[in-house]
Antibody, heavy 116, light 107 residues
């Protein structure tokens, strides 16, 4: 079955970057896309971006200047990188598959705190 | 951006009761709406996709429907594990957007 396993740091210094890896199983990244979503107490759930099966990306315009999503199909890994983090980027970050329709299987989430 | 107005923000109900949650879309999204369930530990699960299709393994007491720009999640008879948070999500147009959530509480 489809699984989304996330790995990444829990603490990021202000102005630094956040990198999270999502390792997928149960489907191929060459066929299906992966979204990134975050949840914070102040802003609720926010869609950040998606990498499609062909490798193209779509980003939420609010984050386009500091967000980069890439992947390695052979390793079944998707890489999320957001730059210039501030305190209001403190949130839980999720990767989510588009295997069966959209947003079907969610990773467990990576809790990220931006603090010095 | 498409705004998803979800109501109520919280709902107090009893075991066995029938409840409905609603999301109103600010623009036409057709059938491009999912319903999500979030547990207290943060785990998120999709319940309904494409407005009214039940995900595999989801109990049949959950159902989704649409009336115009209003989308509803109905739970026909509440069980103890249903008292968690629910969100709608539209994926018709980028940026994809979420409702603000409904917290279902036991009365």
């Amino acid at each position: 079955q489809v699984q989304m396993k996330q790995s990444g740091p829990g603490l990021v210094q202000p102005s630094q970057s956040l990198s999270i890896t999502c390792t997928v199983s149960g489907f191929s990244l060459t066929t299906y896309g992966v979204n990134w979503v975050r949840q914070s107490p102040g802003k609720g759930l926010e869609w950040l971006g998606v990498i499609w099966s062909g490798g193209s990306t779509d980003y939420n315009a609010a984050f386009i200047s500091r967000l980069n999503i890439t992947k390695d199909n052979s390793k079944s890994q998707v890489f999320f990188k957001m730059n210039s983090l501030q305190a209001d980027d403190t949130a839980i970050y999720y990767c989510v598959s588009n295997f069966y329709w959209y947003f079907d299987v969610w990773g467990a989430g990576t809790t990220v705190t931006v603090s010095s | 951006d498409i705004q998803m107005t979800q109501s109520p923000s919280s709902l107090s109900a009893s075991l066995g009761e029938r409840v409905s949650l609603t999301c109103r879309a600010s623009q036409d999204i057709g059938a491009s709406l999912n319903w999500l369930q979030q547990e207290p530990d943060g785990t998120i699960k999709r319940l309904i996709y494409a407005t009214s299709s039940l995900d595999s393994g989801v109990p049949k007491r959950f159902s989704g429907s649409r009336s115009g720009s209003d989308y509803s999640l109905t739970i026909s008879s509440l069980e103890s594990e249903d008292f968690v948070d629910y969100y709608c999500l539209q994926f018709a147009n980028s940026p994809f957007t979420f409702g603000s959530g409904t917290k279902l509480e036991i009365k």
